[in-house]
């Protein structure tokens, strides 16, 4: 059973046809509201989510489906001590399909190797968050016309961060791409990720912590939250969370189409007063993610025999 709990599990070819469904979605919405008719994506979250879990339910009510939603670990049998890998076992009675968040790193993988359904991974602990970067992907798309050759800033938490991970992973493989990382010290990419992907693949890349000097060469600035809950301890999190913060003066250093992007939420580090800029894309990104989302619940759903050959959606035949 075809599960994607890491977005290396898809290839760079699989996420250029998700780009394309995602826009052909886009263009003809109508064509797509049967689909998954009478099919029911379960989205068991044990951590808080407002994007994310929402994204996908809407996608499935979107495509025709229906949603069974477990929305915290308090109001499931997780309380009374039940494994993932039991409570995959469980929801694959319910459910065709699966979206599921926690905050421990390999919790996905679990799940995906104890269900007998599809498994999405919606982000586990500080390891990584595919399907926000299928989002993050369609927007660059959407925005530079193309997903090579781009030098992209990722500023903020770089170490917790699950979706700088993520990616980071992906936009690897992609011809031409550099990376500057803007982060204070301690909150650098772990060594995993700069070896497995960027190193591997050759990627030129620098470390800074200075945002303002690295802003002109940028097409893409990515900016993310320090994550509060993943620090050991309060007094760290204190000292680190303002480290960085885009304002509307600030954006004088950067070109004229560097894209601001954010996997949101966002807590101090960009100002409000930036939404206003024709450069911000993060509201952008939320809604591009519904229709990823759509596009893979398509395609995991089809692999997995649920969907027929072409699906016959409003007046047109779409080839599956
Ligand atoms: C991100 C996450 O959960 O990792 N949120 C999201 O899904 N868009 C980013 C974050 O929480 O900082």
């Not at 409570?87 to 009675?93: D, L, M, P």
């Not at 968050?129 to 992209?152: C, F, M, N």
Request: aromatic share 6%.
């Amino acid at each position: 059973m075809r599960s994607i709990i890491d977005i290396l599990d898809l290839s760079v070819e699989e996420i250029d046809s998700l780009i394309e469904t995602a826009q052909d979605i886009i263009s003809n919405p109508g064509e797509y509201a049967h689909l998954c008719d009478g099919l029911k994506l379960a989205t068991l979250f044990f951590e808080p989510s407002t994007r994310t879990r929402m994204s996908f339910e809407a996608a499935m009510y979107e495509l025709g489906g229906y949603v069974l939603s477990m929305s915290s670990a308090a109001s499931s049998s997780a309380a009374k001590g039940e494994s993932v890998a039991d409570t995959a076992k469980v929801i694959s009675c319910y459910a065709d399909i699966i979206a599921i968040r926690h905050p421990k790193e390999g919790a996905a993988l679990v799940a995906a190797n104890n269900a007998s359904i599809p498994v999405i991974n919606g982000g586990d602990g500080g390891h990584c968050h595919p399907t926000q970067t299928l989002a993050d992907l369609l927007t660059i798309y959407r925005e530079k016309g193309s997903l090579k050759g781009l030098t992209v800033g990722i500023c903020g938490d770089l170490k917790f961060g699950r979706t700088v991970h993520s990616l980071i992973n992906a936009m690897s493989r992609y011809d031409g791409t550099r990376f500057v990382l803007i982060s204070p010290e301690e909150l650098r990419v772990p060594d995993y990720v700069i070896n497995e992907s960027i190193r591997k693949k050759g990627i030129p890349y620098i470390e800074t912590e200075d945002l303002d000097g690295s802003m002109p060469e940028l097409d893409i600035l990515y900016m993310t939250r320090i994550q509060r809950e993943r620090f050991f301890n309060e007094e760290d999190y204190l000292r680190l969370k303002d480290s960085y913060i885009l304002t509307a003066d600030r954006m004088k250093y950067a070109g004229k189409d560097m894209s601001v992007m954010h996997p949101l939420p966002r807590v101090n580090e960009i100002s409000v007063a930036v939404d206003d800029d024709p450069r911000a894309c993060y509201f952008k990104q939320v809604l591009n993610g519904k229709y990823m989302r759509m596009a893979l619940i398509i395609m995991l759903l089809k692999d997995a025999g649920k969907l027929n050959g072409t699906g016959v959606s409003g007046s047109r035949t779409i080839q599956l």
